[in-house]
């Protein structure tokens, strides 16, 4: 968890609300992920930021928009969710796209209601 | 299509014995696979990597194994504490993009005294 923060740590929102989800890295890292963790499924990939410019978006629905300022930080933007996108959503960096191992923050924990 | 199948969902073991964990998987040529703790409402946490034309890799009480004809890491702790009572996740990475990371739902182990 150590450098990598992420607020809120808890949310619960309803169908119609738009939220965002705020991550934050102290580490000098490049390159920032989105991932989703749902129960009892594996970790899905949903957006690679390398130097602040989108690379990868895994067909995530366009209710997810992601947003990268800088390097430091990336947002994750919700509206009209659906009950099933209720999961773990995690954001990670890594030194650069070709570093082998990310650094994850403790997760926000989604309830769409 | 890519596949990561983690043992069985659960394990549970005595004190002091050594916990073993299996991570097999199909259609991939990983060029490393990589262990990570996950405690509950926490981010997995990085614990070893293993490279393809490695046979072993140990860490204090941790020891990771990777055949890669028969497709499987086995990750053994030893001496198991209640302390590492957690989620373990395996990951595959091809090379390049970290974005390649394919994980494993996981194996929840649980130590007891």
């Known amino acids: 968890e150590t450098g990598v923060t992420q607020t809120p740590r808890h949310l619960v929102m309803g169908m119609t609300n738009k939220k965002s989800l705020k991550c934050e890295q102290h580490l000098g890292h490049n390159a920032m992920y989105w991932y989703k963790q749902s129960a009892k499924k594996p970790l899905e990939l949903m957006f690679v930021?390398?130097?602040?410019?989108?690379?990868e978006n895994n067909s995530v629905p366009s209710r997810f928009s992601p947003e990268c300022p800088n390097s430091s930080h990336l947002f994750l933007h919700l509206h009209t969710l659906q009950p099933e996108d209720s999961a773990l959503y995690l954001c990670?960096?890594?030194?650069?796209?070709?570093?082998?191992?990310?650094?994850f923050g403790p997760g926000t924990r989604l309830t769409v209601t | 299509s890519q596949k990561i199948e983690q043992n069985s969902e659960a394990l549970n073991i005595q004190e002091g014995k050594t916990a073993t964990l299996t991570c097999n998987y199909t259609?991939?040529?990983?060029?490393?696979l990589q262990w990570y703790r996950q405690d509950p409402g926490r981010g997995p946490v990085f614990l070893l990597l293993i490279r393809e034309n490695e046979k072993e890799k140990r860490k204090e009480r941790l020891k990771v194994t990777f055949d890669t004809t028969l497709k499987q890491s086995l990750f053994h702790i030893t001496a198991s504490q209640p302390a590492d009572s957690a989620t373990y996740l395996c990951?595959?990475?091809?090379?390049?993009?970290?974005?390649?990371?394919?994980f494993g739902k996981g194996t929840k182990l649980s130590v007891k005294p």
């Open positions: 930021y390398n130097f602040k410019e989108q690379t």
């Open positions: 990670a960096s890594s030194q650069d796209l070709w570093a082998q191992v990310p650094y």
């Open positions: 990951a595959l990475g091809g090379g390049g993009s970290q974005g390649n990371l394919i």
């Open positions: 259609n991939y040529s990983p060029a490393y």
